[in-house]
């Protein structure tokens, strides 16, 4: 089992650039999230997906699209990205009515000029 | 959700037993408390959870006062390995939970 993946590990972007951050997961979990990581900062969320079809917004969505293309996959769009995007995002999953542990993904790393 | 606050940085030594106290004052009825251990370069592992009194695991306990606005993590025993960043998190039961900006604990020799 893979766990929780995420592609790309690394992406440099130029201002105005759109790209698309891709995470899966072979968990059969139900919740999938995006947060993002500033240099010596905690962890941020941005969107949250409950389950197949439903997104919401969390603490820091402006910027940011996203996708829950099916249950395994969900998607985070920077439709023109910002140097103030500059982060590692990291996908997570969270299967409600079991234990309140959520699974990360290894993080992309991406860097706005 | 309930904003956590915890201390910044801690320092210890190696042998010793750390507590990290976390503050959660505006924890709601149904919130669970869970704590995340970071390295450098990697995403957030799972340590313990908890609800309410006292839950232990393998590597850490979590105490939690019956007013649960705040919540007591013990590492028994660290060692150079438990150097790493540690985050206290409020959670409701869709998952939805907050980051703080974590506690750094530097294990010294």
């Known amino acids: 089992n893979a766990g929780v993946t995420q592609t790309p590990k690394f992406q440099v972007l130029k201002t105005g650039q759109s790209m698309t951050l891709q995470c899966a997961q072979d968990?059969?979990?139900?919740?999938m999230y995006w947060y993002r990581q500033d240099p010596g900062m905690g962890l941020r969320l941005i969107y949250y997906?409950?389950?197949?079809?439903?997104?919401d917004k969390g603490e820091v969505p402006n910027g940011y699209n996203v996708s829950r293309l099916n249950k395994r996959e969900f998607s985070l769009r920077l439709e023109s990205a910002a140097p103030s995007q500059t982060s590692v995002y990291f996908c997570?999953?969270?299967?409600?009515?079991?234990?309140?542990?959520?699974?990360f993904g290894p993080g992309t790393r991406l860097t706005v000029t | 959700l309930a904003k956590t606050t915890q201390p910044i940085s801690m320092d210890s030594y190696e042998g010793q037993e750390v507590n990290i106290t976390c503050s959660h004052n505006n924890i709601a009825t149904n919130d669970y408390i869970t704590w995340y251990q970071q390295f450098p370069s990697q995403g957030p592992r799972f340590i313990i959870q908890?609800?309410?009194t006292k839950v232990t695991n393998e590597v850490a306990s979590l105490f939690i006062p019956a007013d649960r606005k705040s919540s007591t993590l013990s590492l028994p025993r660290v060692s150079l390995s438990d150097t790493a960043v540690y985050y206290c998190?409020?959670?409701?039961?869709?998952?939805?939970?907050?980051f703080g900006d974590g506690t750094t604990l530097t294990v010294k020799p």
């Open positions: 968990m059969n979990h139900n919740s």
């Open positions: 997906s409950a389950s197949e079809g439903t997104t």
């Open positions: 998190l409020v959670g409701d039961l869709r998952g939805k939970s907050t």
């Open positions: 997570a999953t969270f299967q409600t009515g079991t234990s309140y542990e959520q699974y």
């Open positions: 908890g609800y309410k």
